[in-house]
């Protein structure tokens, strides 16, 4: 069994390293679970990815309960079914479909997942992100997955519901070393719909048009009221260049204008159009596991111990990966044998 710390890591780490475990058909234990965080241990988004991955490959998972401080992986073959997975609290349902995404790799007949929880929450990218600019992204080099949405939730109830499809998939290299020019943005605006007497949703894609109008690309907006147990909304920009897709999104707060969560999301995208970057800040990170499977490479915005800490782990698996600090202070991440 390898046995890998998560002391410098976060549940990135501890969703990264089961995957790669059921990847590689490896047993694999993660100790000080999130060791530097203020509340160590697993958290019940972690343990709803740890049984997704279980039920995709079949595995015995030992300390995989809220809290613990170490979990064990023993995985069998990777196959196709069904499973669903529950998470009591608001934790994001999106960061159990990203454990499981990578092992469409593996599949020999399709697997579908559905997911109680967050769907449009803090530290994790939101719903539209995930169908809007990740999916669509990684479909371009050969993964097959779609995702479907029964229902949203925000914090601090959740209660959202969504399923992911994955199909056998022969991933290509991620070849996205520039983005090219900006082709057009997708702004989609979702309110819940106790928050339709104040146009919230409204106001926040008037708000993005507004200041995206001034660009010679195009730009469409969507506008969208949902039930939901908690009130909340998001809006996420999805930015379509020639060669790449990147996603910058806001969650609203009690007490903030509408304008001023379109705001949030704007100023991420215009840091990163700035940039030399190739993709997002998430999708840096969040595309690592398809590199290492696949090799490729991109350029991330920057450095962070987050990416370094993923890299450093896919390397302990044995796969070739390599974070490289460039003049400007983005970061390319190159990976495969022929790097």
């Not at 990740?134 to 997955?145: I, Q």
């Not at 601090?156 to 969504?162: L, R, T, V, Y």
């Not at 111990?305 to 044995?318: I, Q, R, S, V, Y």
Request: aromatic letters at 6%; hydrophobic letters at 45%.
């Amino acid at each position: 069994m390898r046995s890998i710390s998560g002391a410098d890591g976060g549940g990135q780490l501890v969703r990264s390293a089961g995957a790669f475990a059921c990847l590689t058909g490896r047993a694999v234990e993660v100790t000080d679970v999130r060791g530097a965080r203020e509340t160590p241990g697993l958290k019940a988004q972690h343990v709803a990815a740890l049984e997704a991955l279980a039920a995709i490959a079949d595995a015995d998972l030992d300390g995989a309960s809220v809290g613990s401080e170490r979990v064990a992986i023993d995985p069998d073959a990777v196959t196709g079914g069904e499973a669903r997975v529950e998470i009591d609290t608001a934790g994001s349902l999106c960061l159990v479909f990203d454990a499981v995404l990578p092992l469409a790799a593996r599949l020999d007949a399709p697997f579908r997942l559905t997911a109680t929880g967050g769907t449009d929450v803090r530290w994790a990218p939101p719903l539209d992100y995930l169908r809007g600019v990740k999916l669509p992204l990684l479909r371009e080099y050969g993964l097959d997955a779609s995702l479907s949405c029964d229902r949203r939730g925000f914090y601090p109830a959740g209660g959202g519901e969504a399923t992911l499809t994955l199909r056998p998939s022969e991933l290509d290299p991620l070849a996205i070393p520039a983005r090219g020019s900006l082709s057009g943005i997708d702004v989609r605006s979702v309110a819940s719909g106790a928050l339709a007497d104040a146009d919230v949703a409204e106001r926040q894609a008037d708000a993005a048009r507004e200041s995206l109008g001034e660009r010679d690309a195009p730009v469409e907006a969507s506008v969208t009221y949902v039930e939901t147990t908690s009130p909340g909304s998001v809006i996420t920009l999805a930015a379509d260049y020639v060669e790449a897709r990147a996603g910058f999104s806001a969650l609203g707060e009690r007490g903030t204008p509408a304008e001023d969560v379109a705001e949030e999301a704007l100023a991420a995208f215009e840091a990163f159009d700035e940039s030399a970057a190739s993709v997002d800040a998430h999708l840096a990170d969040q595309l690592l596991p398809f590199a290492a499977l696949a090799g490729g490479e991109y350029v991330a915005p920057r450095r962070s111990a987050h990416l370094e800490t993923h890299a450093d782990l896919l390397c302990a698996f044995g796969f070739d990966v390599a974070v490289s600090v460039e003049e400007g202070g983005t970061v390319r991440v190159r990976a495969g044998p022929n790097r």
